[in-house]
């Protein structure tokens, strides 16, 4: 179990698996795992998407900073022509880390895919209010 705020952590989680679905050519996976050592939640989404060069990985919590290419990728609802705002990974660490926990990028190899981990304290034991806080 994980206590923090349910919608948030949503929030943040989301937006691990959105990148890297977002990321992932068309017939390629992406991966999702879930392990629980020592009191501690590790969330794995791994995929086999582009990669980020190595030189750029230290860059993807910083606001405003994108790696998509604005000229050849469009998200969101309304495809913007140029992308994202480069908010997602910075308001999903800031998330992770309000609710005492940590969020890491791995896999600088370009064509390596990449690996978002989300880390979160945790207990044994059922859910004391399963639509609340939980």
Partial sequence: MVKGDYYLLSMALDEALSNAV??????????????????????????????????KIAMVFEPFYSLEDRKRHSTGKYKYRGGGLGLGLT??????????????????????????????????GPADDPAGDY
């Fill in 22 to 55: 977002k990321y992932t050519p068309d017939g390629k996976g992406v991966t999702v795992t879930l392990t629980c050592d020592d009191n501690l939640a590790s969330i794995v989404v791994s995929d086999e998407g582009s990669g980020i060069p190595p030189e």
């Fill in 91 to 124: 308001v999903a660490r800031l998330i992770v880390d309000a609710h005492g926990g940590s969020m890491e990028i791995r896999g600088g190899a370009t064509g390596g895919g990449v690996t978002a981990i989300i880390r979160l304290a945790a207990t044994v």
